[in-house]
């Protein structure tokens, strides 16, 4: 390891161990860290947004000069670019105070377009497509009561195992539209099963709870490797 490398590797451990001060408590070691993350990042992603947007899009299409003069080659003028250009400057009209009202209007025209882009998409994944998952029969590829013994199976392509799967989905669904449904006293049968609802609604946010916490210990587990093995290299 070179006198270049060995300086970044323990400048990223410095940071690394000054990001985890602050399970101590908050101190001035931690907000360094945390500031100098949210500058470069900012400074990082403007610059992606101005090459790979103003440079790469906007310029070859709008000016024959300034795309000489970024080396990029100049393609054809378009008016279409124009527009968001204009609504580029006009947001930026926020850093002057008495005209900062007028960054309101391509605020607006960003969060529509973008609601209304996203919302099919959206609609697609998260509604239509769940919903078309549960429509699902309760036994598949069923051909008799004999060849479902004759070929009895606790594999996962075994049809017990797909019945089954089927019917904890039907039921799952079922119980827990049952515990949103206000319109009855939950109460005997009805009751029982918003209370299985309220089962599989647990285990479901218990998995998911289950799945970020590990997704965390994989970053906790990234981090002290690094410390032990490329910085410290006692691993």
């Known amino acids: 390891m070179d ?23 908050d ?29 790469g899009n906007v310029i070859p299409r709008t000016s024959e000069t300034l795309a000489a ?25 926020r850093l002057v105070p008495k005209l900062s009202w007028i960054s309101r209007w391509p605020l607006a025209f960003i969060i529509g ?46 049809q017990f195992v797909q019945i089954l799967t089927n019917v904890v989905i039907f039921v799952g669904v079922l119980c ?3 515990y949103f449904f206000f319109s009855k006293e939950h109460k005997g049968a009805f009751g029982v099963a918003s209370r299985l609802g309220i089962w599989i609604l647990m285990v479901t946010f218990g998995a998911s709870f289950g799945y970020t916490v590990m997704g965390r210990i994989s970053l906790l587990v990234g981090r002290i490797t690094f410390l032990f093995h490329d910085w410290l290299n006692i691993l």
């Open 3 to 25: 006198i270049r490398q060995g300086f970044l590797v323990t400048l990223a451990a410095f940071l690394t161990l000054s990001i985890y001060s602050f399970l101590y408590g």
């Open 27 to 55: 101190n001035p070691l931690y907000r360094f860290a945390e500031h100098l993350f949210v500058g470069v990042s900012a400074a990082y992603w403007m610059c992606q947004g101005f090459w790979s947007t103003i440079v």
């Open 69 to 93: 003069y970024f080396q990029v080659p100049f393609k054809e003028y378009s008016w279409q670019y124009i527009v968001p250009v204009i609504l580029g400057i006009i947001l930026l009209m």
């Open 113 to 158: 377009t973008t609601a209304g882009l996203n919302l099919p998409r959206y609609l697609q994944s998260d509604f239509i497509q769940q919903m078309n998952n549960t429509f699902i029969p309760l036994l598949p590829d069923w051909q008799g009561i004999g060849y479902f013994f004759s070929s009895f199976s606790f594999s996962m392509e075994g």
């Open 176 to 178: 827990g539209l049952i």
